[in-house]
Nanobody
Framework: QVQLVESGGGLVQTGGSLRLSCAAS????????MGWFRQAPGKEREFVAA????????DYADSVKGRFAISGSNAKNTVYLQMNSLKPEDTAVYYC????????????????WGQGTQGTVSS
């Protein structure tokens, strides 16, 4: 079992930055693919970014490319999402996800989910 706990959400103005963290516990996630999703009010949950911890390769949604960066710390069993140049449309609950299968993460059907952290961008 893997438990995921997100933190780092908050309220920022347009153009500002937030850094989200996802701490994993229960087992090492070195061989896992870790991802971030978000769900805005009235919308479906959507893929944001993913990274394979052991290989370091990453994927991003087109809407966040060039603004968001996903990274990981093996020592802390943690994955981060650095969000820059934030826009009001980035406002959402951000969820961390993990699975050994990359496609399951990208498709939004991973084995493990966090509880989410709210990120709000004011105009």
């Amino acid at each position: 079992q893997v438990q995921l706990v997100e933190s780092g959400g908050g309220l920022v103005q347009t153009g500002g930055s937030l850094r989200l963290s996802c701490a994993a516990s229960g087992r090492t996630v070195y061989n896992f693919v870790m991802g971030w999703f978000r769900q805005a009010p009235g919308k479906e949950r959507e893929f944001v970014a993913a990274i394979r911890r052991s290989g370091g390769s990453s994927d991003y949604a087109d809407s966040v490319k060039g603004r968001f960066a996903i990274s990981g710390s093996n020592a802390k069993n943690t994955v981060y999402l650095q969000m820059n140049s934030l826009k009001p449309e980035d406002t959402a609950v951000y969820y961390c996800a993990a699975d050994l299968d990359r496609q399951r993460v990208v498709r939004g059907t991973p084995d493990y989910w966090g509880q989410g952290t709210q990120g709000t961008v004011s105009s």
